[in-house]
């Protein structure tokens, strides 16, 4: 890193989930909510896990263009929140090793993006915080002892009320209108035909690919469309999504955590019968609740964490961080402090 | 085919779903019951849909050997019924071609795996047939004008009461407990630890794999036992499972078919508790019900289907089969006739 002593040491702030990826650097004299923000692809999962190789090459043009627009020489700390990290990353060493070698950070942080969009949300005071987009999980923390994450177990095993899970409950129930079964919506049937053709063509196209959660989760806007006409099938799944993602948010409060709930996520805004019950069910179980809409998005929380970790003040200094996984921080001089 | 005309005629039967594939060969001495049987591996479906030749390649040992066993010298007709031929298969020109080319087969057809269940369980009587197993699909049908093909929408849009949708809803609950939520199931996530290894483990591997289907039905036997021993959540699921079956049947059974319905599938031994609410379901909407299981299995009815062809009395020569799609057959001298 021949000029990484001549301009300002950035942080480099990355989101990144199945459908995108955000890229952002600070500076002493640009903040989280003032830098440039960079776009790019999302997360390709294959069958070997996640590719690394890829997801180099994503990164590589939008961290140079941030750090370009940030006007700084060199990264001081670079944090990469991701979706899935904890279950699908199988080999940390070597993203901390590429980002290293690529971006030359001093530090390295690998971060759930449901830690990222704790930190972002509720800026890092203790409490919870519930995201929900293609996918739903929900993270209660005081960032010290208590460590709770529910759900994100994905579209197959969980993220109950997530977009796949509403998404899939509105195709099912197309189909059923389609085969003459009960519990069908003739509404939702028209719009599956719409967007994907015939309910074979569906079928052909879902299951060889490999973002089955995000076509799922595609069908999100038209099941809000039917619920907004009166169609009682959509409404009852965006009913049953909001008390779902209630749960998943309750589950999260463990004892020693105060009452305090964000949420993020375009799911949120995908209709006002969703947010409505989610409400309600979590103010009838909890008298005083703190509940609001998160406060900062998932890559202010990466570049948080970063500026944090930057200080020697970031939670992952802490015994919580690193027992619990929720994130591994790499240093080449100090390979032994990844976990 | 220069041994074609030296010893008697066959007729082949293939059986050939997610999991498994079952190969016959009948003769004018060996009917259909008597017919040794030779089991091989299932169909695997890639990023380009049915992979043809590594159909064949699972194919080409098991017909040889059936033929052999059979005493046929050569095959007069070849019937393959198949999981989701009719929304996998893009191109059926090319099966036939592949199965005529290899196995010298006269006449060959393609039929969806629902009718050969179908002709199997009913001995070709009108009615209905609801197969269960890893997916769930009925088919009602007069093999003449009537033809409901009901579900068999795989495990993310459909498949309502099948074995992966009773896995799918176990694995949920165990992880509903092991998160904490509501409507979770100790009994289930010990299972699951058991079958699986950690919640996580089976998150790796399930989104990773092409065969998640069985991955989730693979899960029956323990939601079953849980059931046995007193589960709740385990018993709710089932009884959902055979109220969703009995649906399926009850939208195939049109107007103009006699009240006779047939199941088939592994998936009905599963548990009594399935049984038992599929046909009180039934039995609530159909007074005068005829309801048994099936007489035969869909390899029967795979041979059933051949040697009414081979004889020119198949239902292929209605109007119905060609016209619904239900099958396809092909002759090299009458390539027209492939649909």
Redesign the interface.
């Known amino acids: 890193m021949p000029a990484a002593e001549r301009g300002p040491a950035g942080i480099c702030g990355i989101d990144i989930g199945g459908t995108g990826c955000r890229v952002a650097v600070t500076t002493p004299t640009t903040g989280p909510s003032t830098a440039r923000v960079f776009t790019g692809s999302g997360l390709r999962?294959?069958?070997?896990?996640l590719d690394v190789e890829d997801l180099m090459l994503t990164l590589e043009p939008l961290v140079a263009a941030a750090r370009d627009a940030s006007g700084a020489r060199s990264l001081d700390t670079l944090v990469l929140g991701a979706a899935?990290l904890?279950?699908?990353l199988?080999n940390a060493e070597s993203v901390h090793a590429e980002l290293h070698a690529r971006f030359g950070a001093h530090t390295t942080v690998l971060a759930s993006d449901v830690l990222t969009s704790h930190i972002g949300a509720l800026s890092a005071q203790p409490g919870v915080v519930v995201a929900a987009g293609t996918g739903a999980v929900a993270l209660g923390t005081d960032h010290a002892n208590l460590w709770?994450r529910?759900?994100g177990?994905?579209?197959?095993?969980?993220d109950?009320g997530s977009g796949a899970w509403i998404g899939?409950r509105g195709?099912?129930a197309a189909?059923?209108s389609y085969?003459?079964?009960?519990?069908g919506s003739a509404g939702l049937l028209d719009r599956l035909l719409e967007r994907f053709g015939t309910?074979?063509d569906?079928?052909?196209s879902?299951?060889?690919?490999?973002d089955?959660a995000a076509v799922?989760a595609s069908f999100v806007p038209d099941v809000a469309e039917a619920a907004a006409q009166g169609c009682a099938v959509a409404l009852g799944i965006f009913r049953s999504a909001g008390r779902e993602l209630a749960?998943?948010a309750?589950?999260a409060l463990v004892d020693g955590l105060p009452p305090r709930i964000r949420w993020v996520g375009g799911l949120f805004e995908a209709s006002p019968d969703l947010l409505e019950e989610f409400g309600q069910e979590l103010h009838r179980g909890h008298v005083s609740l703190d509940l609001a809409p998160g406060e900062g998005t998932s890559l202010e929380g990466a570049l948080q964490l970063g500026a944090a970790t930057a200080l020697g003040s970031g939670p992952e200094q802490r015994e919580g961080f690193l027992s619990t996984q929720h994130h591994w921080t790499g240093r080449p001089q100090q390979p032994g402090r990844s976990a």
């Open positions: 999962i294959g069958g070997a896990g899935s904890v279950t699908l199988r709770q529910v759900d177990w994905g579209h197959l095993l969980g109950a899939a195709l099912e189909y059923r085969d003459g079964r009960v519990g309910p074979e569906l079928v052909r879902v299951y060889t690919r490999q089955r799922l749960r998943t309750t589950a």
